[in-house]
T-cell receptor, first 118, second 110 residues
Framework: GAVVSQHPSWVICKSGTSVKIECRSLDFQATTMFWYRQFPKQSLMLMAT?????????EQGVEKDKFLINHASLTLSTLTVTSAHPEDSSFYICSAEPTGQALSYEQYFGPGTRLTVT | GNSVTQMEGPVTLSEEAFLTINCTYT??????LFWYVQYPGEGLQLLLK?????DKGSNKGFEATYRKETTSFHLEKGSVQVSDSAVYFCALRAGTALIFGKGTTLSVSS
């Protein structure tokens, strides 16, 4: 149980286009999901916290107009990279926290999405 | 601010060797501490956690003790297996956000 999927697993897009990444909790509901970005040989950096039915909370330095997050249901959050540029190329990882289990500190991670912008 | 520093890899060991991966942290207050593991092609999985000083987290033969006096949470295993080859991340949680170290790649050969 407690599986999180991401789609696509990798994507290549041209500069200036937009890309949508999906994060799904397959066997549990998640009021809260998190989006991370990972550079090669670097740690995961939290980009934003996504809450079902409300606006996402972005970390300092993350452009909310560039990285659009929508958490429309208890099992799905999407990250859209708008007007992508080569510097947006990275590994994007989502995680989901089961509803009602915040105090357990458990987050379940997706396998990540490799974005390459040419 | 909050941060996590863990030893850089890669760490290469023979099967049944003893493993230590060092992790130290900087935090205000009393964070919870975690070790996550990422096997090839898979998402991060929680390996173990400790929520207060002197707590010992353990799972699958791995252990780590929350040392407040040295702000450390070192990961240890007495006898590693080939199947333990993965990337290991130390992390702390203060509030809702997880703050990760850079990860340490462990490679175990038979």
């Amino acid at each position: 149980g407690a599986v999180v999927s991401q789609h696509p697993s990798w994507v290549i897009c041209k500069s200036g286009t937009s890309v949508k990444i999906e994060c799904r909790s397959l066997d549990f509901q998640a009021t809260t999901m998190f989006w991370y970005r990972q550079f090669p040989k670097q740690s995961l950096m939290l980009m934003a916290t996504s809450n079902e039915g409300s606006k996402a909370t972005y970390e300092q330095g993350v452009e909310k107009d560039k990285f659009l997050i929508n958490h429309a249901s208890l099992t799905l959050s999407t990250l859209t990279v708008t007007s992508a540029h080569p510097e947006d190329s990275s590994f994007y990882i989502c995680s989901a926290e089961p509803t009602g289990q915040a105090l357990s500190y458990e987050q379940y991670f997706g396998p990540g999405t490799r974005l390459t912008v040419t | 601010g909050n941060s996590v520093t863990q030893m850089e890899g890669p760490v290469t060991l023979s099967e049944e060797a003893f493993l230590t991966i060092n992790c130290t942290y900087t935090a205000t207050g009393y964070p919870s501490l975690f070790w996550y593991v990422q096997y090839p092609g898979e998402g991060l999985q929680l390996l173990l956690k400790a929520t207060k000083a002197d707590d010992k987290g353990s799972n699958k033969g791995f252990e780590a003790t929350y040392r407040k006096e040295t702000t450390s949470f070192h990961l240890e295993k007495g006898s590693v297996q080939v199947s333990d080859s993965a990337v290991y991340f130390c992390a702390l949680r203060a509030g809702t956000a997880l703050i990760f170290g850079k990860g340490t790649t462990l490679s175990v050969s038979s």
